[in-house]
């Protein structure tokens, strides 16, 4: 699958499929006529690249350029290397209601922080930005993470071709970009940082991608408290009601209108260990960061 960012048209973003030179399943996406795009999707699929480009190529309606056209552009950047396929990005949705959760970040393979954490009187630990480098201890913690009740995000560093054991290393390459739970009556969407947006296949409309792109861009991190306002004015088309993210080395929660924003910082804190305890008490969250000494 490709992620093609279109340029002159409506849609603003154009998802397909290319294999042994045939064309899979073709979206266009964020704009225009949504009937006519299903039409083109659906009269393009199964069709051969060399048949196809003729075609589509040329084909002006607006700027110089069309939907055809764009997507004979993308499809010959793709042929040709140009445009790499697109690596999903992994969403996971923990079905399962929680009333406490604890999350940590920066965990760089403290395997004593993870095991302190995980003895917890908590629903489920969330850990934000993978378990480790793929050496050292990164072995022992991807184990106790498995055993345990432990969900990972993927964080910047590498996630494949990690000397692991092969169950601890098809783990990590399972790992999702971006975490999504219930906490009493409220969702919460958790993730390492902005790094996600620099992937090929991020795409304006991953779920969740609104809220990473408002604190990441626009806010940078929470740190830019002028544009409070209008990340709060953003919130009502958020998915999420709770975001929690790592990165920043920062402990801090900020509520703007109905949405609490969520910093965690690394869980190697002085003194002993830290994470953020997030819990549903009488209708109401409640946000603290203890200490384990």
Known sequence: MFVYRAKGICPSEIHFELAANTIGKVSFLGGGCKGNAQLIGRLLEGRDVD????????????????????????????????????EEIRVLTDEVPH????????????????AAVCRQPVDAVYCLGGLGAGDGETDQIVSLARRGK???????????????????????????????FTLGTRRALAFYSGFIQELASFSDYTPGSLELLMVANLS???????????????????SSDIVIFGYTRRWSHVRLGKTDFVSVGPVADFPGFRYALLEWRDGELNVSFPNIN
């Open 51 to 86: 048949s196809l480009l003729p075609l589509a190529r040329g084909i002006k309606c607006r700027n110089d350029t069309s939907c055809p056209d764009q997507l004979a552009r993308a499809i010959e950047l793709a042929v040709s290397g140009v445009l790499p396929p697109a």
């Open 99 to 114: 009333r406490k959760v604890a999350v940590i970040a920066e965990l760089e393979e403290n395997s004593a922080a993870l």
């Open 150 to 180: 432990v969900t990972c995000s993927q964080g910047p560093g590498p996630g494949k071709g990690m000397a692991l054991d092969p169950d601890n290393q098809g783990y990590m390459e399972r790992v999702p970009h971006l975490i999504r």
């Open 220 to 238: 940078d991190y929470l740190r830019n408290e002028a544009v409070f306002p209008a990340l709060e004015t953003m919130t009502g088309q958020f």
